[in-house]
């Protein structure tokens, strides 16, 4: 008698074995699908603002390519910018006395300039206005002033040059 009892508790057992197995098995592709539902909400939620937004975008990714400017080797945009750094400083009534430059380091997409130059505080801040507006991948760290009596004299403009590797 207790055999038989025995095989009855142990073939309920499997039963409920097999279907507590079947519950946690469901109770797991129930959270991977809730995963991927929730991963495909964000993706249409993300390309819907892309579609509403997209003349914005687009203006500020043409807005952003205008502070790099786009050289093919980094000493190629160095003598670039030098040339024009003393059309702007000669167009502007400064006489130009050099223009440094750190070393370009790999990996870096920028590299320190610092121009020399003599001349009045009012070309200076039409070269400063110029550089400034016109050339926005040309940041003015600093500007020391070293002035005389008639306020003009030397002054020390630092830069930083911002490119970026691509075509012109």
């Known amino acids: 008698m207790k ?3 025995k095989k009855r508790w142990i073939f309920a057992g499997i039963i409920w074995s097999f279907a507590l197995t079947a519950f946690v098995f469901n109770l797991i592709k129930i959270q991977s699908y809730l995963r991927e539902k929730e991963k495909l909400i964000a993706q249409e939620r993300i390309k819907e603002f892309i579609r509403k937004n997209e003349p914005v975008l687009k203006n500020i990714i043409k807005e952003r390519s205008k502070l790099y400017d ?22 502007n009534g400064l006489e130009s006395r050099r223009i440094e430059h750190e070393e370009v380091v790999a990996g870096i997409n920028s590299i320190d300039l610092t121009v020399i130059c003599n001349g009045s505080v009012k ?6 206005h110029d550089i400034d507006s016109n050339y926005p991948y040309l940041v003015i760290n600093a500007v ?23 075509s012109q």
């Open 123 to 128: 070309n200076l801040i039409e070269t400063i």
């Open 3 to 5: 055999d038989k009892y």
């Open 144 to 166: 020391k002033l070293d002035l005389d009596r008639n306020k003009s004299g030397k002054f020390i403009i630092k830069l930083k040059y911002n490119f970026m590797f691509g």
């Open 70 to 91: 786009p050289v093919i080797s980094p000493k190629i945009g160095l003598l670039k910018v030098k040339e024009l750094l003393k059309r702007i400083i000669e167009k």
